[in-house]
């Protein structure tokens, strides 16, 4: 298996503009998280879903942060309108149980975004 | 409610010394901890695992951690640090028991000096 795979590595936009992060989790996996990471705050989580439905978006910092999860095999974290502050690592995660985190969670390699 | 205190931020360490990354955690409810670590331009990776059972924990790459609940730390080790061994670590609880968000730990920085 090819492992999490989130595109693009690398963005950068300009402030104000619409930003897409993707996220393809490995197949079978019923659970997906998205994560931002930064110096200051750390990992922090943004939305889980399972069974493609989100459970918990407590960590969306805001109306300008969406995400969806249209089926089992894709994801997207959508900005709009981007700002300098999202300037940050995002990662997807992928993990094969239900519920909960108490089993492996499989990382992607992260989307570097960088709001200009 | 749970949270995670991870000791130093930086860590430096001579190749063949003993690693020792301390974390302490928060939580209301029996936790399940984890350490991960995170090499450059990478995505997190599961080291190792406390759920439930014996409270030494063995992960890969020969580190080991030990669940001990009346200090409230869970503490990683190695015996004898490799170059490789040079990267980012992050411990993480979450309580047990149906959905039960992760909570990360600040990280920390491991440097093995030849």
């Known amino acids: 298996d090819a492992g999490v795979i989130q595109s693009p590595r690398h963005e950068v936009t300009e402030m104000g503009q619409e930003v897409t992060l993707r996220c393809k989790p490995i197949?079978?996996?019923?659970?997906l998280f998205w994560y931002r990471q930064t110096m200051m705050r750390g990992l922090e989580l943004l939305i889980y879903?399972?069974?493609?439905?989100?459970?918990?978006d407590s960590g969306m910092p805001e109306d300008r942060f969406s995400a969806k999860m249209p089926n089992a095999s894709f994801s997207t974290l959508k900005i709009q309108p981007s700002e300098p502050r999202d300037s940050a690592v995002y990662f997807c995660?992928?993990?094969?149980?239900?519920?909960?985190?108490?089993?492996?969670?499989?990382f992607g390699q992260g989307t570097r975004l960088t709001v200009v | 409610a749970q949270s995670v205190t991870q000791l130093g931020s930086h860590v430096s360490v001579s190749e063949g010394a003993l690693v020792l990354l301390r974390c302490n955690y928060s939580?209301?409810?029996?936790?399940?901890l984890f350490w991960y670590v995170q090499y450059p331009n990478q995505g997190l990776q599961l080291l190792l695992k406390?759920?439930?059972?014996?409270?030494l924990v063995k992960g890969i790459n020969g580190f080991e951690a030990e669940f001990k609940k009346s200090e409230t730390s869970f503490h990683l080790t190695k015996p004898s640090a490799h170059m490789s061994d040079a990267a980012e670590y992050f411990c993480?609880?979450?309580?047990?028991?149906?959905?039960?968000?992760?909570?990360f730990g600040i990280g920390t920085k491991l440097q093995v000096i030849p």
């Open positions: 406390y759920t439930t059972g014996a409270t």
């Open positions: 197949s079978g996996h019923n659970s």
């Open positions: 879903f399972n069974n493609n439905v989100p459970i918990d």
């Open positions: 995660a992928s993990s094969p149980r239900g519920q909960g985190f108490w089993t492996e969670a499989f």
């Open positions: 993480a609880v979450s309580g047990s028991g149906g959905y039960q968000k992760v909570t």
């Open positions: 939580s209301s409810v029996p936790p399940y």
